[in-house]
């Protein structure tokens, strides 16, 4: 990916890519307080269909230096396993994710970039000495 703020992960995997990738972005608003309760309180579907332009709500608990997240989709190819995601913190910062899996022959290749970074009204003093915001900088799960 073009973006110095990516990842490429390979994991093994008895499960199919199409299904693995539907659980992991697609549903990640149910998984992620079960998953991850010692980040998220809760989320929900606020807005769509689960497609382009759906918008996905996580309540944050202490452990995050933001209260609400909110995550929308920009692009989403299931049949190829891609999508575009904006994520926007309290309501100041957003972050946008571009998230490709690929199937492998064990398993799945996860790729994960950073595609930019806006802090609203706050300036170089809402970002680290890298340029990135506490947004950015807590939410690479992709």
Not at 31 to 36: R, T, V, W, Y
Not at 107 to 125: D, K, L, S, Y
């Amino acid at each position: 990916m073009a973006s110095t703020n990516s990842w490429t992960l390979e994991l093994e995997s008895r499960v199919a890519t199409q299904r693995k990738f539907r659980a992991c972005v697609m549903d990640w608003h149910n998984l992620a307080p079960k998953l991850a309760p010692y980040i998220f309180n809760n989320a929900h579907h606020a807005e769509g269909d689960g497609g382009i332009g759906s918008v996905r709500h996580y309540n944050c608990n202490s452990a995050m230096p933001f209260n609400i997240m909110k995550k929308k989709v920009e692009f989403l190819d299931v049949d190829k396993c891609e999508c575009k995601y904006t994520i926007e913190c309290d309501g100041t910062e957003t972050a946008t994710f571009n998230v490709k899996v690929k199937p492998t022959a064990n398993g799945q290749r996860w790729e994960c970039g950073e595609g930019g970074m806006h802090v609203q009204g706050r300036g170089r003093e809402g970002q680290d000495a890298q340029g990135q915001g506490l947004c950015h900088r807590n939410v690479q799960h992709c």
